[in-house]
């Protein structure tokens, strides 16, 4: 087998496959902010905690109700959803014409509230999750186990499916209509106030969707969102505030070119992505697929 600057292929194609695990997190996560802002005008801090309690639903269900992992993957958003519809309902509704400071302050306590119940809960050392597609295959160059070629599959699979509907459907145009001249869309009969709450669920659902997918991977933790959302946000910056094929492809790119940085030069792999903001904000400051508001 060819190495590629002394890096044997197995180690190659290993961290190439980690990056796009990490990549395909990063693009759902990223997402779910871009829906929420983009359609809503709210910077959503609380989207590591929302996220770190998808995979917690997951965890209790197996572990008391007997829930396996695929019943929690449709269980768990459902229940983070509620929970995110309460939240918008009693305080950030009243936030949506302010100041997005005013709406990162909000999310941002809560963060600390949720995070802190939890370790209360359930204390700050990591819970296993059972995997739920054990053993995998050899292609040769390299060994994929069967999850993580499932993560990477169903969140592409997700993510071009969100992107088709806000882009490409008549639902998707109310949305965007909705945000932008709420007096006019509620003239053809839509509840604007509906359907802009149901938009803030479904960001929130994605981004438990995206801890249940998790969970078999890391450890389940309190602190699992807080360790991901900055890089998270960072991805939204470079493809560009409220840009939804932005966060699909910069959230893959950036997870890709993440783990190819860990074998050729570990020591940058931790300030990569934010080497990227940085360059690209002094180039496009609305980022690479934004737009100026």
Not at 152 to 172: D, H, N, P, Q, R
């Amino acid at each position: 087998m060819f190495e590629l600057l002394g890096i044997p292929p197995q180690a190659l194609f290993g961290q190439l496959l980690l990056g796009l695990i990490n990549g395909a997190f990063y693009a759902m996560l990223s997402l779910g902010l871009a829906v929420i802002f983009g359609l809503l005008n709210v910077i959503n801090f609380t989207h590591g905690a929302q996220y770190m309690m998808g995979a917690f639903v997951a965890w209790f269900g197996l572990q008391f109700l007997g829930i396996n992992y695929w019943v929690a993957l449709i269980v768990s958003p459902i229940v983070v959803a509620i929970s995110g519809v309460i939240l918008e309902q009693l305080f950030l509704k009243r936030l949506y014409h302010l100041d997005h400071l005013y709406g990162l302050l909000l999310t941002f306590g809560f963060v600390l509230i949720f995070e802190g119940m939890f370790r209360y809960g359930f204390g700050s050392s990591g819970q296993p999750y059972e995997n739920p597609l054990p053993g995998g295959v050899n292609l040769g160059f390299m060994f994929l186990p069967w999850y993580r070629g499932w993560v990477v599959v169903a969140s592409l699979i997700i993510c071009l499916a969100t992107w088709f509907i806000i882009e490409k459907t008549k639902l998707g145009a109310y949305l965007r209509a909705g945000t932008e001249n709420p007096t006019l869309v509620r003239a053809f009969g839509i509840n604007v106030p509906r359907m802009i709450t149901l938009t803030y669920a479904f960001g929130v659902g994605l981004a438990a969707f995206a801890g249940v997918m998790a969970a078999p991977i890391y450890q389940v933790n309190p602190t699992m969102g807080s360790n991901l959302i900055i890089v998270v946000f960072a991805v939204v910056v470079i493809g560009g505030m409220g840009s939804i094929m932005g966060s699909i492809v910069t959230g893959f790119g950036l997870g890709v070119i993440e783990g190819l940085t860990k074998v050729f030069y570990p020591q940058a792999s931790a300030t990569v992505i934010f080497v990227i903001m940085t360059i690209v904000l002094l180039v496009r400051p609305a980022g690479l697929f934004g737009t100026q508001r």
